[in-house]
């Protein structure tokens, strides 16, 4: 069942959608979305940001 009126696709819940490490937002099918990874105590850790402006200001 699609809903016609969701624009997220790939059936991504915006619950579940990362959230901005500056902003907070979700981040959701953002075209300058960004992600950061690093490890940290043997885990992957990663922060999402919507922009280079958020990634910018994440330090
Ligand atoms: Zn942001």
Not at 13 to 24: H, I, L, N, S, Y
Not at 34 to 49: G, N, P
């Amino acid at each position: 069942m699609v809903d016609p009126t969701s624009d997220l696709g790939e059936d991504v819940d915006p619950d579940d959608a990362p959230r901005c490490g500056t902003c907070g937002e979700p981040v959701v099918d953002a075209p300058d979305h960004r992600v950061l990874t690093w490890v940290e105590d043997d885990a992957v850790r990663s922060v999402h940001f919507c922009d280079d402006g958020c990634r910018a200001r994440w330090d």
